[in-house]
Protein backbone atom coordinates (compact mmCIF):
# COMPACT_ATOMS: atom_id res chain seq x y z
CA UNK A 1 0.00 0.00 0.00
CA UNK A 2 2.54 1.91 0.73
CA UNK A 3 4.12 1.55 -3.16
CA UNK A 4 1.10 2.69 -4.34
CA UNK A 5 0.36 5.67 -2.36
CA UNK A 6 4.45 6.82 -3.14
CA UNK A 7 3.70 5.94 -6.78
CA UNK A 8 0.42 8.23 -6.86
CA UNK A 9 2.61 11.47 -5.32
CA UNK A 10 5.25 11.02 -7.64
CA UNK A 11 2.47 10.77 -10.69
CA UNK A 12 0.75 14.25 -8.93
CA UNK A 13 3.86 15.85 -8.66
CA UNK A 14 4.79 15.29 -12.26
CA UNK A 15 1.34 16.06 -13.36
CA UNK A 16 1.25 19.65 -11.31
CA UNK A 17 4.20 20.20 -12.92
CA UNK A 18 3.63 19.69 -16.56
CA UNK A 19 0.76 21.66 -16.64
CA UNK A 20 2.83 24.21 -15.64
CA UNK A 21 4.67 24.21 -18.82
CA UNK A 22 4.54 27.26 -21.12
CA UNK A 23 4.70 28.31 -25.10
CA UNK A 24 6.94 30.90 -25.98
CA UNK A 25 6.96 32.59 -29.38
CA UNK A 26 9.76 34.72 -30.98
CA UNK A 27 9.65 36.90 -34.13
CA UNK A 28 11.91 36.01 -36.88
CA UNK A 29 11.49 39.06 -39.27
CA UNK A 30 12.00 41.82 -36.17
CA UNK A 31 14.55 42.91 -33.58
CA UNK A 32 13.00 43.07 -30.15
CA UNK A 33 12.44 47.38 -30.96
CA UNK A 34 9.98 46.26 -33.09
CA UNK A 35 8.15 42.85 -32.02
CA UNK A 36 4.86 44.64 -30.62
CA UNK A 37 3.36 45.25 -34.63
CA UNK A 38 2.84 43.63 -38.05
CA UNK A 39 2.83 46.23 -40.89
CA UNK A 40 0.61 46.22 -44.28
CA UNK A 41 2.39 44.85 -47.28
CA UNK A 42 4.93 42.95 -45.80
CA UNK A 43 5.44 39.36 -43.94
CA UNK A 44 6.25 37.95 -40.53
CA UNK A 45 7.30 34.93 -38.87
CA UNK A 46 6.90 33.51 -35.14
CA UNK A 47 8.83 30.52 -34.13
CA UNK A 48 7.24 28.20 -31.17
CA UNK A 49 8.46 26.66 -28.89
CA UNK A 50 7.90 24.47 -25.46
CA UNK A 51 9.43 25.53 -22.90
CA UNK A 52 10.89 23.93 -19.65
CA UNK A 53 9.78 20.13 -20.56
CA UNK A 54 12.55 17.44 -22.06
CA UNK A 55 11.91 14.76 -23.87
CA UNK A 56 9.47 16.02 -26.30
CA UNK A 57 8.08 13.80 -28.83
CA UNK A 58 4.61 15.74 -30.22
CA UNK A 59 2.61 18.50 -30.04
CA UNK A 60 -0.25 19.36 -31.43
CA UNK A 61 -2.62 23.05 -31.01
CA UNK A 62 -5.60 24.84 -32.50
CA UNK A 63 -4.05 28.32 -34.09
CA UNK A 64 -6.80 31.18 -34.00
CA UNK A 65 -6.69 34.46 -35.43
CA UNK A 66 -8.57 37.69 -35.96
CA UNK A 67 -8.60 39.53 -39.58
CA UNK A 68 -8.27 36.75 -41.40
CA UNK A 69 -9.36 38.45 -44.81
CA UNK A 70 -6.33 40.75 -44.28
CA UNK A 71 -3.51 38.08 -42.70
CA UNK A 72 -2.89 34.90 -44.69
CA UNK A 73 -1.25 31.80 -44.07
CA UNK A 74 2.02 31.56 -46.27
CA UNK A 75 4.05 28.75 -45.24
CA UNK A 76 5.68 26.75 -42.20
CA UNK A 77 9.29 25.25 -41.28
CA UNK A 78 10.01 22.20 -39.05
CA UNK A 79 11.84 23.37 -36.77
CA UNK A 80 14.24 21.30 -34.06
CA UNK A 81 12.72 17.66 -34.89
CA UNK A 82 14.73 18.40 -38.38
CA UNK A 83 14.42 15.51 -41.12
CA UNK A 84 13.18 13.36 -39.15
CA UNK A 85 9.88 15.31 -38.24
CA UNK A 86 6.67 15.55 -39.85
CA UNK A 87 4.03 18.87 -39.77
CA UNK A 88 0.14 18.23 -40.38
CA UNK A 89 -1.52 21.33 -40.91
CA UNK A 90 -4.76 22.12 -42.28
CA UNK A 91 -6.14 24.87 -44.52
CA UNK A 92 -7.09 27.78 -42.79
CA UNK A 93 -11.27 27.68 -42.08
CA UNK A 94 -12.54 30.41 -41.48
CA UNK A 95 -15.32 30.94 -38.76
CA UNK A 96 -18.83 31.55 -39.86
CA UNK A 97 -20.18 34.99 -39.35
CA UNK A 98 -16.79 36.22 -37.80
CA UNK A 99 -13.57 37.64 -39.47
CA UNK A 100 -11.50 34.76 -37.76
CA UNK A 101 -9.75 31.83 -39.21
CA UNK A 102 -8.56 28.86 -37.60
CA UNK A 103 -6.19 25.81 -38.76
CA UNK A 104 -5.12 22.71 -36.58
CA UNK A 105 -1.55 21.68 -36.42
CA UNK A 106 0.41 18.76 -35.42
CA UNK A 107 4.15 17.85 -34.92
CA UNK A 108 5.69 14.27 -34.98
CA UNK A 109 9.35 13.76 -33.59
CA UNK A 110 9.51 10.78 -35.61
CA UNK A 111 11.27 9.03 -32.60
CA UNK A 112 10.36 6.21 -31.50
CA UNK A 113 9.51 5.81 -27.75
CA UNK A 114 12.60 5.79 -25.47
CA UNK A 115 14.85 8.84 -24.68
CA UNK A 116 15.71 11.20 -27.04
CA UNK A 117 17.64 15.08 -27.20
CA UNK A 118 14.51 17.10 -27.22
CA UNK A 119 14.25 19.38 -24.70
CA UNK A 120 12.66 22.44 -24.57
CA UNK A 121 12.72 22.60 -28.62
CA UNK A 122 11.48 24.99 -30.82
CA UNK A 123 8.58 23.29 -32.56
CA UNK A 124 7.69 25.38 -36.02
CA UNK A 125 8.05 28.07 -37.78
CA UNK A 126 5.10 29.62 -39.38
CA UNK A 127 4.73 32.40 -42.04
CA UNK A 128 2.10 35.26 -42.57
CA UNK A 129 1.47 37.95 -45.21
CA UNK A 130 -0.48 40.86 -43.69
CA UNK A 131 -2.55 42.71 -46.89
CA UNK A 132 -2.61 46.18 -48.24
CA UNK A 133 -6.08 46.89 -47.17
CA UNK A 134 -5.66 45.88 -42.86
CA UNK A 135 -7.20 48.48 -40.72
CA UNK A 136 -4.78 50.26 -39.16
CA UNK A 137 -4.59 51.00 -35.44
CA UNK A 138 -6.23 47.51 -34.84
CA UNK A 139 -4.97 44.67 -32.90
CA UNK A 140 -3.93 40.85 -34.89
CA UNK A 141 -4.75 38.17 -32.26
CA UNK A 142 -3.39 34.84 -31.86
CA UNK A 143 -4.76 32.40 -29.76
CA UNK A 144 -3.74 28.61 -29.60
CA UNK A 145 -6.87 26.63 -28.57
CA UNK A 146 -5.95 23.09 -26.92
CA UNK A 147 -2.34 22.94 -26.61
CA UNK A 148 -0.63 19.68 -25.87
CA UNK A 149 2.53 18.08 -25.70
CA UNK A 150 4.24 14.70 -25.49
CA UNK A 151 6.68 13.55 -23.60
CA UNK A 152 8.97 10.48 -22.50
CA UNK A 153 9.05 10.43 -18.38
CA UNK A 154 10.42 6.90 -17.03
CA UNK A 155 10.28 5.34 -20.78
CA UNK A 156 7.15 6.47 -21.60
CA UNK A 157 4.93 8.72 -23.27
CA UNK A 158 2.91 11.16 -21.13
CA UNK A 159 0.42 13.96 -22.37
CA UNK A 160 1.41 17.40 -20.86
CA UNK A 161 -1.13 20.29 -21.34
CA UNK A 162 0.79 23.50 -22.52
CA UNK A 163 -0.23 27.17 -21.58
CA UNK A 164 -0.43 29.42 -24.42
CA UNK A 165 -0.90 32.80 -23.55
CA UNK A 166 -2.52 34.96 -27.00
CA UNK A 167 -0.20 36.85 -28.95
CA UNK A 168 -1.03 40.51 -29.12
CA UNK A 169 0.11 42.78 -32.48
CA UNK A 170 -0.81 46.28 -32.96
CA UNK A 171 -1.20 46.64 -37.20
CA UNK A 172 0.57 49.35 -39.20
CA UNK A 173 -1.58 50.26 -42.27
CA UNK A 174 -2.29 53.35 -44.18
CA UNK A 175 -3.19 56.45 -43.15
CA UNK A 176 -3.26 60.01 -44.16
CA UNK A 177 -0.53 62.23 -43.02
CA UNK A 178 -1.19 66.27 -43.46
CA UNK A 179 2.32 67.79 -43.98
CA UNK A 180 2.89 69.68 -41.47
CA UNK A 181 0.95 68.64 -38.78
CA UNK A 182 3.50 66.64 -37.43
CA UNK A 183 1.16 65.71 -33.97
CA UNK A 184 -1.62 64.71 -35.91
CA UNK A 185 -3.64 67.40 -33.97
CA UNK A 186 -5.89 68.90 -36.88
CA UNK A 187 -3.08 72.33 -36.59
CA UNK A 188 -0.16 73.65 -38.12
CA UNK A 189 1.36 75.62 -35.37
CA UNK A 190 4.55 76.11 -32.97
CA UNK A 191 3.59 72.36 -31.36
CA UNK A 192 4.16 70.70 -34.46
CA UNK A 193 7.83 72.17 -35.34
CA UNK A 194 9.09 71.46 -31.24
CA UNK A 195 7.83 68.04 -32.43
CA UNK A 196 9.84 67.22 -35.23
CA UNK A 197 13.61 67.78 -33.31
CA UNK A 198 12.88 64.03 -31.45
CA UNK A 199 12.75 61.91 -34.74
CA UNK A 200 15.77 63.42 -36.66
CA UNK A 201 17.44 60.28 -38.15
CA UNK A 202 20.13 58.61 -36.38
CA UNK A 203 17.74 59.86 -32.83
CA UNK A 204 17.70 56.99 -31.05
CA UNK A 205 14.11 57.37 -30.29
CA UNK A 206 13.73 56.29 -34.30
CA UNK A 207 17.10 53.75 -34.79
CA UNK A 208 16.45 50.41 -35.47
CA UNK A 209 12.84 50.84 -37.37
CA UNK A 210 11.95 50.83 -40.66
CA UNK A 211 9.87 54.41 -42.71
CA UNK A 212 8.60 54.65 -45.38
CA UNK A 213 8.28 57.47 -48.50
CA UNK A 214 4.89 59.29 -49.35
CA UNK A 215 4.96 58.60 -53.15
CA UNK A 216 4.08 61.25 -55.56
CA UNK A 217 4.84 63.37 -51.92
CA UNK A 218 4.14 66.98 -51.99
CA UNK A 219 4.19 70.04 -49.55
CA UNK A 220 0.86 71.55 -50.43
CA UNK A 221 -1.92 70.95 -48.45
CA UNK A 222 -3.55 68.21 -48.67
CA UNK A 223 -4.05 64.76 -47.19
CA UNK A 224 -1.80 62.54 -48.71
CA UNK A 225 -1.50 58.36 -47.62
CA UNK A 226 1.85 56.93 -46.23
CA UNK A 227 2.08 53.64 -44.73
CA UNK A 228 3.07 53.69 -40.86
CA UNK A 229 6.45 53.61 -39.77
CA UNK A 230 7.55 51.07 -37.01
CA UNK A 231 8.00 54.65 -34.87
CA UNK A 232 4.21 55.59 -35.27
CA UNK A 233 4.26 58.85 -33.93
CA UNK A 234 7.10 59.68 -35.97
CA UNK A 235 5.11 59.54 -39.17
CA UNK A 236 3.46 62.69 -39.13
CA UNK A 237 6.99 64.17 -38.13
CA UNK A 238 8.24 63.38 -42.30
CA UNK A 239 6.53 66.91 -43.50
CA UNK A 240 8.21 66.68 -46.98
CA UNK A 241 7.65 62.72 -47.32
CA UNK A 242 11.26 61.75 -48.18
CA UNK A 243 10.80 59.13 -45.59
CA UNK A 244 13.71 61.09 -43.44
CA UNK A 245 12.88 63.10 -41.02
CA UNK A 246 15.75 66.38 -41.28
CA UNK A 247 15.77 70.12 -40.25
CA UNK A 248 14.19 70.83 -43.56
CA UNK A 249 11.15 69.30 -42.49
CA UNK A 250 11.15 72.39 -39.96
CA UNK A 251 10.16 74.47 -43.12
CA UNK A 252 7.30 72.34 -44.23
CA UNK A 253 5.85 73.65 -40.97
CA UNK A 254 6.25 77.60 -41.84
CA UNK A 255 4.98 76.96 -45.20
CA UNK A 256 1.59 75.21 -43.70
CA UNK A 257 1.46 77.56 -40.37
CA UNK A 258 -1.97 78.06 -39.30
CA UNK A 259 -3.58 75.74 -41.55
CA UNK A 260 -6.36 73.06 -40.06
CA UNK A 261 -7.86 69.78 -41.06
CA UNK A 262 -10.23 67.55 -40.04
CA UNK A 263 -8.84 63.75 -39.84
CA UNK A 264 -6.21 65.42 -37.20
CA UNK A 265 -6.54 62.74 -33.81
CA UNK A 266 -3.64 63.13 -32.22
CA UNK A 267 -0.27 60.99 -31.93
CA UNK A 268 -0.48 57.32 -31.79
CA UNK A 269 0.71 56.93 -28.44
CA UNK A 270 4.08 55.34 -28.75
CA UNK A 271 5.85 58.51 -27.54
CA UNK A 272 3.74 61.40 -26.02
CA UNK A 273 6.51 63.47 -24.78
CA UNK A 274 7.62 66.80 -27.61
CA UNK A 275 10.67 68.59 -28.33
CA UNK A 276 10.03 72.06 -26.71
CA UNK A 277 12.37 74.41 -26.67
CA UNK A 278 13.78 74.96 -22.80
CA UNK A 279 14.82 77.70 -21.68
CA UNK A 280 18.76 78.29 -21.94
CA UNK A 281 21.46 80.66 -20.25
CA UNK A 282 23.43 81.82 -22.42
CA UNK A 283 26.13 83.43 -19.64
CA UNK A 284 27.48 79.75 -19.22
CA UNK A 285 28.31 79.90 -23.30
CA UNK A 286 30.97 81.36 -25.87
CA UNK A 287 28.83 82.80 -28.56
CA UNK A 288 29.73 81.94 -32.50
CA UNK A 289 28.16 84.32 -35.10
CA UNK A 290 26.32 82.41 -37.94
CA UNK A 291 25.90 85.00 -40.74
CA UNK A 292 23.84 84.44 -44.09
CA UNK A 293 24.30 86.66 -46.96
CA UNK A 294 20.69 86.43 -47.94
CA UNK A 295 18.86 89.66 -49.63
CA UNK A 296 15.44 88.54 -50.85
CA UNK A 297 12.88 88.71 -48.10
CA UNK A 298 11.68 85.31 -46.13
CA UNK A 299 10.82 84.58 -42.55
CA UNK A 300 11.92 80.89 -42.58
CA UNK A 301 15.75 78.96 -44.31
CA UNK A 302 17.52 76.17 -43.72
CA UNK A 303 21.15 75.74 -44.64
CA UNK A 304 24.45 74.40 -43.25
CA UNK A 305 27.70 75.15 -41.32
CA UNK A 306 30.80 73.54 -41.52
CA UNK A 307 32.82 73.85 -38.26
CA UNK A 308 36.96 73.80 -38.85
CA UNK A 309 37.14 73.19 -34.79
CA UNK A 310 36.15 69.69 -33.42
CA UNK A 311 33.26 72.39 -31.20
CA UNK A 312 31.27 70.91 -28.51
CA UNK A 313 27.28 72.72 -29.81
CA UNK A 314 25.26 72.92 -26.91
CA UNK A 315 22.43 74.76 -28.28
CA UNK A 316 22.02 77.15 -30.98
CA UNK A 317 19.73 80.60 -30.92
CA UNK A 318 18.13 83.08 -33.26
CA UNK A 319 20.59 85.74 -33.99
CA UNK A 320 20.35 89.06 -34.76
CA UNK A 321 18.15 89.13 -37.67
CA UNK A 322 15.08 87.69 -35.49
CA UNK A 323 15.47 90.37 -33.01
CA UNK A 324 11.74 90.79 -31.42
CA UNK A 325 10.39 87.77 -32.97
CA UNK A 326 9.30 84.28 -31.61
CA UNK A 327 11.97 82.83 -33.01
CA UNK A 328 12.41 78.59 -33.41
CA UNK A 329 15.02 76.99 -34.28
CA UNK A 330 15.87 73.10 -35.21
CA UNK A 331 19.19 71.49 -35.59
CA UNK A 332 20.92 68.38 -36.42
CA UNK A 333 24.84 67.96 -35.57
CA UNK A 334 26.68 65.59 -37.84
CA UNK A 335 30.26 65.24 -37.40
CA UNK A 336 31.66 68.94 -38.18
CA UNK A 337 28.52 69.78 -40.36
CA UNK A 338 25.63 71.36 -38.53
CA UNK A 339 22.06 71.80 -40.85
CA UNK A 340 19.61 74.01 -39.26
CA UNK A 341 16.01 75.62 -39.93
CA UNK A 342 15.45 79.11 -37.93
CA UNK A 343 12.78 81.21 -38.59
CA UNK A 344 9.36 82.96 -37.31
CA UNK A 345 5.87 82.04 -36.78
CA UNK A 346 4.74 85.39 -37.48
CA UNK A 347 3.39 85.99 -41.20
CA UNK A 348 4.02 89.53 -41.20
CA UNK A 349 7.74 89.46 -40.23
CA UNK A 350 10.15 89.44 -43.31
CA UNK A 351 14.25 89.51 -43.90
CA UNK A 352 15.49 91.41 -46.33
CA UNK A 353 19.67 92.11 -45.08
CA UNK A 354 22.56 89.80 -44.52
CA UNK A 355 23.31 89.43 -40.84
CA UNK A 356 23.88 87.34 -38.20
CA UNK A 357 20.91 84.71 -38.40
CA UNK A 358 21.98 82.75 -34.87
CA UNK A 359 24.46 81.98 -32.75
CA UNK A 360 26.11 78.62 -31.79
CA UNK A 361 26.53 78.41 -28.12
CA UNK A 362 29.95 76.43 -27.31
CA UNK A 363 31.53 75.40 -24.27
CA UNK A 364 33.23 78.24 -22.55
CA UNK A 365 36.59 76.68 -22.78
CA UNK A 366 36.80 77.33 -26.57
CA UNK A 367 38.73 79.74 -27.50
CA UNK A 368 36.87 80.88 -30.74
CA UNK A 369 34.16 82.92 -31.52
CA UNK A 370 35.02 83.01 -35.13
CA UNK A 371 32.33 83.85 -38.11
CA UNK A 372 30.76 81.37 -39.80
CA UNK A 373 28.82 81.08 -42.94
CA UNK A 374 25.68 79.71 -43.63
CA UNK A 375 25.77 77.66 -46.92
CA UNK A 376 23.00 75.86 -49.18
CA UNK A 377 20.60 78.30 -47.98
CA UNK A 378 16.66 77.24 -48.62
CA UNK A 379 14.32 80.15 -47.56
CA UNK A 380 11.06 80.51 -47.23
CA UNK A 381 9.90 83.90 -49.10
CA UNK A 382 7.04 86.20 -48.35
CA UNK A 383 4.73 84.60 -51.18
CA UNK A 384 5.41 81.08 -49.26
CA UNK A 385 7.73 79.62 -52.04
CA UNK A 386 11.23 78.10 -51.20
CA UNK A 387 14.28 79.60 -53.27
CA UNK A 388 18.10 78.23 -53.24
CA UNK A 389 20.50 80.78 -52.49
CA UNK A 390 23.93 80.67 -53.96
CA UNK A 391 26.52 83.65 -53.10
CA UNK A 392 24.80 87.38 -54.40
CA UNK A 393 27.62 89.55 -54.83
CA UNK A 394 25.60 92.48 -55.04
CA UNK A 395 25.07 93.36 -51.17
CA UNK A 396 25.84 96.65 -50.13
CA UNK A 397 28.93 97.31 -47.82
CA UNK A 398 27.03 99.95 -45.66
CA UNK A 399 23.86 99.46 -42.80
CA UNK A 400 22.23 102.01 -41.31
CA UNK A 401 23.61 100.91 -38.15
CA UNK A 402 26.30 104.15 -37.04
CA UNK A 403 28.92 102.24 -39.03
CA UNK A 404 30.61 103.39 -42.58
CA UNK A 405 33.03 100.93 -44.44
CA UNK A 406 34.83 101.86 -47.26
CA UNK A 407 36.81 100.05 -49.68
CA UNK A 408 39.51 101.94 -51.64
CA UNK A 409 42.61 100.79 -53.71
CA UNK A 410 43.61 98.56 -51.14
CA UNK A 411 42.63 100.58 -48.25
CA UNK A 412 39.46 99.79 -45.52
CA UNK A 413 38.23 102.41 -44.00
CA UNK A 414 35.50 101.65 -40.73
CA UNK A 415 34.02 104.42 -39.30
CA UNK A 416 31.51 103.69 -36.32
CA UNK A 417 29.64 106.17 -33.66
CA UNK A 418 31.22 104.51 -30.58
CA UNK A 419 34.76 102.92 -30.08
CA UNK A 420 35.51 100.04 -31.93
CA UNK A 421 37.21 96.99 -29.88
CA UNK A 422 38.12 94.10 -32.58
CA UNK A 423 37.74 94.09 -36.35
CA UNK A 424 38.19 90.61 -38.48
CA UNK A 425 38.31 90.06 -41.83
CA UNK A 426 37.17 86.93 -43.53
CA UNK A 427 36.66 85.54 -46.95
CA UNK A 428 33.88 83.88 -48.44
CA UNK A 429 34.67 80.30 -46.87
CA UNK A 430 35.06 81.68 -43.77
CA UNK A 431 38.52 81.96 -43.30
CA UNK A 432 40.16 84.60 -41.09
CA UNK A 433 42.55 86.89 -43.38
CA UNK A 434 42.54 89.80 -40.94
CA UNK A 435 42.13 90.12 -37.19
CA UNK A 436 42.84 93.60 -35.22
CA UNK A 437 42.53 94.93 -32.03
CA UNK A 438 41.71 98.61 -31.47
CA UNK A 439 40.16 101.41 -29.66
CA UNK A 440 39.13 103.91 -31.55
CA UNK A 441 35.86 105.26 -33.64
CA UNK A 442 38.21 105.07 -36.59
CA UNK A 443 40.35 102.15 -37.95
CA UNK A 444 42.08 101.89 -41.44
CA UNK A 445 43.22 98.71 -42.59
CA UNK A 446 45.77 98.10 -45.68
CA UNK A 447 44.59 94.58 -47.62
CA UNK A 448 44.15 94.24 -51.36
CA UNK A 449 41.26 92.16 -51.90
CA UNK A 450 40.37 90.62 -55.03
CA UNK A 451 37.04 90.08 -56.45
CA UNK A 452 34.55 88.51 -54.43
CA UNK A 453 33.08 88.74 -51.22
CA UNK A 454 34.27 89.25 -48.00
CA UNK A 455 32.66 89.71 -44.62
CA UNK A 456 33.95 92.17 -41.86
CA UNK A 457 32.90 91.36 -38.40
CA UNK A 458 33.47 94.41 -35.88
CA UNK A 459 32.90 94.32 -32.11
CA UNK A 460 31.69 97.44 -29.91
CA UNK A 461 28.93 97.59 -28.07
CA UNK A 462 27.45 94.75 -30.26
CA UNK A 463 28.76 92.48 -32.81
CA UNK A 464 28.33 93.30 -36.41
CA UNK A 465 28.95 92.16 -39.90
CA UNK A 466 29.02 93.67 -43.13
CA UNK A 467 29.26 92.37 -46.23
CA UNK A 468 31.42 93.46 -48.91
CA UNK A 469 31.28 93.12 -52.70
CA UNK A 470 34.53 93.51 -54.59
CA UNK A 471 34.28 93.46 -58.52
CA UNK A 472 37.37 94.47 -60.11
Not at 259 to 282: C, F, Q
Not at 302 to 326: C, E, M, R, S, W
Request: proline share 1%; aromatic share 10%; hydrophobic share 35%.
Amino acid sequence: MKTIIMSMIVAFLFASEASSQTMRIERTDVDSARYGHVTANFKFGIDIYVDELDNVNSASFQLKWNFGNHVHFSGYQIGDFGDNGTVFITNPIKIDGTDEKYMNVGIFSGTTVGENEFDSPKLLHLEFAVSSDIPNREQLVFSFVNFFATAFVDSSQTNVEITAEQLELDIHSFINVWPGDSNNDGLVDTRDYNQIGLYFEGNSIQNGGKSFKRTDATIMWTGQQVLVWDNADATFADCDGDGVITVADGMVVFHNDSKIHEEGTGLMGEVAESGLTKEIDESKYNKIPVYSHVTDEYRATTGKVTLTDDLNIAHIIPGDLFQGTDARVLKQVKANTVEMTIGSFDKEFAIDKPGVIAYLLVDKNSSTDDLVMLNDQVSLGADNRFRSHGITTNIAANENDGTVVIYNNGELNINSETNIKTISLYDINGRMLLDRTTNSTSVTLNYELKSGIYFLKIANESVSVKTISIVK
